[in-house]
């Protein structure tokens, strides 16, 4: 130590499971400090972890300027993260930058902390700014992944292995921003954007196949439709969207969600497919239009469900017992948890029936 500040010209720590090594100049005014560390197994830290880590990286800071991180690089779990950044400790809003590059070569390694069969490649970068304490920041990011899987069926089959990702997004100042957001897979392309912050967002989605999420529904859908958000923290957001998809089937969601979805208040008008069931009463099938007026208000449990829902003319095969039931006709009410239906039809061999009561 002398009259400019402290010079570490070596700092060696060695155990049987970790080594680290830093070195640098540190001053009252400036300072530079360079640390290197290796960890020979990740799971002597937590079990769900395989493998060796190493981290190498670096601060500077200079009177008067921000706080630097420089060629921060974390090799560990197969996966690769290289930061760089800038933190202004002297402005009590902390304004930060920071640019992030990730390459996980094996998804599969990280699939103990996910507690999925995780699986594939993705390539991730984002760029940053904004103010900590303000909780603002506006950023971009972008990401590529190959041969992916996450363990959940619909997920992995809507994405066919395949995910090209890339979004702007402003939070703080106002309501959120989204300025650019566009994802595409195999088999789904999805848009959203708006032209200003608190202006509405957007939203367009095509999915090649329904039968990818909705087994027996084969043939494309769509959403289309405007999300606005109401609050500086996206707790709340009015929806207006259309859904349409194979069969006829057709939907419109009108309403508000609220504290990040633990409360609805939505609309629900349409009609669908008795078909879209056939996956889950098989060998039974049904057939014909159901129509639905529903409101959902409060949690989004069956509850807070009510309205009505319409059969019409439709048929219920059932091979197991060798008959049918023909003409289904009324209503189903939704209540409190309740569905009370009355419904009319016939048998196929002769006579009619009708089921009434909650």
Do not use: K
Not at 151 to 169: C, K, M, P, S
């Amino acid at each position: 130590r002398d009259e400019t500040g402290i010079t570490l010209r070596a700092l060696d720590l060695a155990t049987p499971a970790l080594e680290a090594q830093a070195q640098g100049q540190i001053g009252g005014t400036r300072g530079t400090l360079d640390l290197t560390a290796a960890l020979t197994e990740l799971s002597l830290v937590d079990a769900r972890m395989a493998g060796p880590a190493r981290f190498d990286g670096g601060l500077a800071w200079e009177e008067g300027a921000p706080l630097r991180l420089t060629g921060a690089r974390l090799d560990a779990l197969s996966t690769r993260v290289d930061a760089t950044g800038t933190l202004d400790l002297e402005n009590p809003d902390l304004p930060a930058t920071g640019q992030v590059s990730i390459d996980a070569r094996d998804l599969s390694a990280l699939a103990g902390l996910a507690g999925r069969p995780l699986a594939g490649a993705l390539e991730l970068q984002a760029d940053g700014a904004g103010d900590i304490h303000g909780r603002r920041i506006d950023a971009t990011v972008s990401a590529t992944g190959t041969g992916l899987r996450s363990g959940i069926a619909q997920v992995d089959a809507v994405t066919g292995g395949t995910l090209r990702l890339e979004t702007q997004a402003q939070l703080g100042d106002g309501p959120p921003h989204l300025g650019n957001f566009r994802t595409v897979t195999r088999r789904l392309t999805a848009t959203a954007s708006s032209p200003a912050p608190g202006e509405a967002i957007a939203v367009s989605a095509r999915l090649s196949d329904l039968g990818l999420v909705a087994p027996g529904q084969s043939g494309p859908a769509r959403l289309d439709g405007t999300a606005r958000v109401i609050d500086e923290t996206g707790r709340e957001i009015d929806l207006d969207l259309t859904l349409g998809g194979p069969g006829g089937a057709n939907a419109r969601v009108l309403g508000r969600v609220r504290d990040l979805a633990r409360t609805l208040a939505l609309d629900l008008r349409g009609s669908l497919p008795l078909a879209i069931a056939n996956s889950y009463i098989a060998p039974r099938a049904i057939q014909g239009p159901l129509g639905f007026n529903l409101r959902v208000d409060g949690p989004p449990r069956l509850a807070s469900l009510s309205g009505e829902a319409r059969i019409e003319n439709a048929r219920v095969a059932l091979p197991d017992l060798g008959r049918a039931l023909q003409g289904l006709t009324g209503t189903l009410r939704l209540s409190g948890a309740q569905i009370t239906p009355d419904i009319t039809g016939n048998l196929g061999s002769g006579g009619s029936l009708r089921v009434r009561g909650p």
